[in-house]
């Protein structure tokens, strides 16, 4: 045992790998330890969804069953009043809804945010909704 340890010491890797090597051999039928080893895979291709959107607040949509915050857009929330006592969350759920109400929308995922929802980059044609709704003067 003592020499063993000794041969772990002096040549790690060449020790560990005659541990394992058995052991991979005898579960590499099950996938684990087995391939994959020098090889480079190609990232997964980035989830994108297209559809007609319904709108849910300034800054996020329902499309095919997805709930999606649009990306780098901060508009404020439903309730949120501003100058003179409006709705500015209204407002600005109101305003996407007549940005892309009636047209294609294709959402190209980032992630997920801390609600659960699919963070994405929207388009329509070729606008970025979170361009657009900025330039209609929400959000940041």
Not at 13 to 37: N, R, T
Not at 48 to 69: F, H, K, N, P
Not at 96 to 112: D, E, F, P, Y
């Amino acid at each position: 045992m003592a020499r063993f340890i000794g041969q772990i010491l002096q040549r790690p890797g060449q020790a560990m790998a005659a541990f394992l090597l058995p052991f991979g051999l005898a579960i590499g039928g099950a996938g684990i330890g087995s391939g994959g080893v020098g090889r480079v895979s190609a990232a997964p291709a980035p989830m994108v969804i297209d559809g007609y959107a319904s709108v849910v607040d300034g800054a996020t949509i329902d499309l095919m069953g997805e709930r999606i915050r649009i990306a780098d857009l901060s508009v404020p929330a439903l309730g949120e009043t501003c100058a003179g006592g409006t709705d500015c969350g209204l407002a600005a759920a109101l305003d996407l809804r007549r940005l892309v109400g009636w047209q294609k929308i294709s959402c190209t995922a980032r992630g997920r945010d801390t609600g659960g929802r699919l963070l994405a980059d929207c388009r329509y044609g070729d606008r970025d909704v979170a361009t657009q709704m900025r330039v209609r003067g929400w959000g940041v």
